[in-house]
């Protein structure tokens, strides 16, 4: 059967939860609690980890228990694990360059100082040709207000709008695990 991994960054414990980081692995939650599904903890992988056959792919989810700033040390034995080329990984997580409630697919590429990717990378050996889908957030304004930025909640019209993006993002994982990139690209980037 073909295997496929879709890994939702954030940071791990209650005082991070649905802070605008987390948008990976609220992505996440929220596609396991819509399919009944419960992560399992794996500590040879330091994560959580689930799986659901969709048509005829096993598609692993995974939200590592460690901060977002070592994601790779959780990707990189998961990866191996599953036996799995680089392919097939997504990788979703909040961006800060794309506008708050936006939602949208690239294929490879740098870290975009992105501190979740650049481990998963650099724990790669600098190999980058993974799949993203990235949640926008917006910025804060001033790259100096970044760290704090990131681990808050924000307003109330800014949740439903990650949310939102959030729903989309689910709405083409079918695509995605079908090799159908094409589909759910031009589903997400003509909104």
Partial sequence: MKKFLIAGLGNPGTRYANTRHNAGTDLINLFLEKNSLELKENKSIKGEISSLKILDVEVFFLIPNIFMNHSGKSL???IKKLNLPLNKVLIIHDDLDLPSGTCK????GGDGGHNGLKSIIESLGGR????R???GIG???ESKLVNKYVVQKGSLKE?????SAIKRGIEV????INDRWDNA???????
Avoid at 105 to 108: A, Q, S, Y
Avoid at 159 to 163: K, T, Y
């Fill in 133 to 135: 889908m990235r949640i």
């Fill in 185 to 191: 690209l031009n589903i997400l980037h003509s909104k």
């Fill in 159 to 163: 949740r439903q709008e990650r949310l």
């Fill in 139 to 141: 910025h804060p304004g």
């Fill in 173 to 176: 994982i079918e695509l995605i």
């Fill in 128 to 131: 980058k040709d993974f799949k």
């Fill in 76 to 78: 990189k034995p998961t």
């Fill in 105 to 108: 697919l690239k294929d490879g």
